[in-house]
């Protein structure tokens, strides 16, 4: 799980390929952030203390919505990630 610069957006890769969700706290829009806990990562928000899983779905809140997936494409090894575009939290993206 990687936050993608100054973009309110995270990278995580796992074994079905690529995936992008949304930084921004379902609850009260604060900016979440990666917090880990032995071998598991998490995603909490600062603010109210909303915790997510790394796929974005909420383990503790008050956040009561999970976090918003985006569209991700592979092209030539880069990885584009297209941010108006929202898709299930299950879609993943494989490189080629």
């Known amino acids: 799980m990687t ?25 009260a829009g604060c900016t979440v952030g990666t917090e880990v806990s032995g071998s598991t990562a998490y995603l909490l928000c600062p ?18 919505a999970p976090l918003v997936h985006f569209a991700v494409e592979v092209d030539s090894g880069n990885v ?10 299950a879609t993943r993206t494989r490189a080629s």
């Open 3 to 27: 936050q993608v610069g100054t973009m309110p957006v995270f990278l995580g890769r796992d074994s079905g390929g690529f995936y992008a969700l949304t930084s921004t706290c379902t609850h």
């Open 47 to 64: 603010c109210h203390g909303s915790l997510y899983d790394r796929n974005g779905a909420v383990v503790h809140g008050p956040a009561e």
């Open 80 to 89: 584009i990630i297209h941010g108006g575009t929202q898709v299930d939290a």
